[in-house]
């Protein structure tokens, strides 16, 4: 594999998220050349520090020769890909596009046809983990789209996502991959927390039931980094309860199209919708849905009739990061 260090290639990025900051670092850190464009630009000025050039519209990323992607929605994609001083407002196209964001199917097919119009290759490269999954090595990534572009930036892809990069095949493969990986996220947190709450009801702390459950079979990267969440009732936001809902959402229409059964995720989504509906009991309402997705533990607690307080006991996440890799 070609040494990071020793490419000429020019890497565009935008989106500089909880998610976009880390990600573009590790690709500063990895030694590439890398342009970055954010809407606000002040959230990439940290980065600028550490050898990332800033520039002023997405169009000033037209001549990198790979933009990478790490937006919220498929609408925010299309309009820095197309819209006013997108990055194909003008007459340059990058050679290769490689979008790691969570967007639709239906989405991703139509933004690789658009970029073939331009003579471009298109690889979807959702990932993963969180922020602190990025930054501990523990990222992962599914990538799909043509192989022999895929081989060209898997190295860019690799310092990306420490834990590994799958590639599954051509065209949105990594697309279904993504919706159904968020889908077992989804059940499995709503599962996680009906459990603690049962067991927390028979008169067990929630930190003892986790540890056990953690060191368990059944324990795994996930439940163990959203232990401290559920334990000490910190709900600093990593994924919201909005995009969760939109992902199952997905889910659930790519099983209405596969002619799929989904009854458990079925199940999670009218959960999860309820939570929408305590939320609103809440004094500020948007403010209490833009925390973590971990605050459906309060919503099963109010209907089990269970007082929440923090245990005030620390839990390793698993996913700190070693002094000399934070560097």
Known sequence: MEGPTMTKLTLGWIGMGRMGFPMAERLVKAGYDVHVWNRTRSKAEPLEAKGATLVDSPADLA????????VSTGKDLEQ??????????????????VDC???AVEQSVDMRARLAERGAEFIASPVSG???????????SVCSGP??????????????AGAGVSYVGEGELARFCKIA?????GVVIQNLIEIVVLAEK???????????MNNSVMGSIFTRYKSNALINLDYTTTFTP??????????????RGLGVPMPVTATTREALQAHFGMATLKEDTDAYLALDFTTMLETVAIHSGLELKSEETPYPTGLEVPAQAAE
């Open 130 to 140: 969180n922020g602190k999954c990025v930054k501990s090595g523990k990222l992962s």
């Open 101 to 103: 964001s969570s967007i």
């Open 80 to 97: 820095v890909y197309f819209g006013e001083n997108g990055v194909l407002s003008g007459e340059k196209t990058p050679a290769i596009f």
């Open 63 to 70: 001549g990198v020769d790979v933009l990478f992607t790490m």
């Open 181 to 185: 990986h968020n889908v077992h996220l």
């Open 202 to 212: 028979a008169g067990v702390p929630r930190a003892a039931f986790l540890d056990f």
């Open 147 to 160: 192989k022999a572009t895929f081989d060209k930036v898997e190295p860019m892809i690799n310092a990306i």
């Open 242 to 255: 909005e995009l969760l809902r939109k992902d199952l959402d997905l889910g659930l229409s790519a099983g």
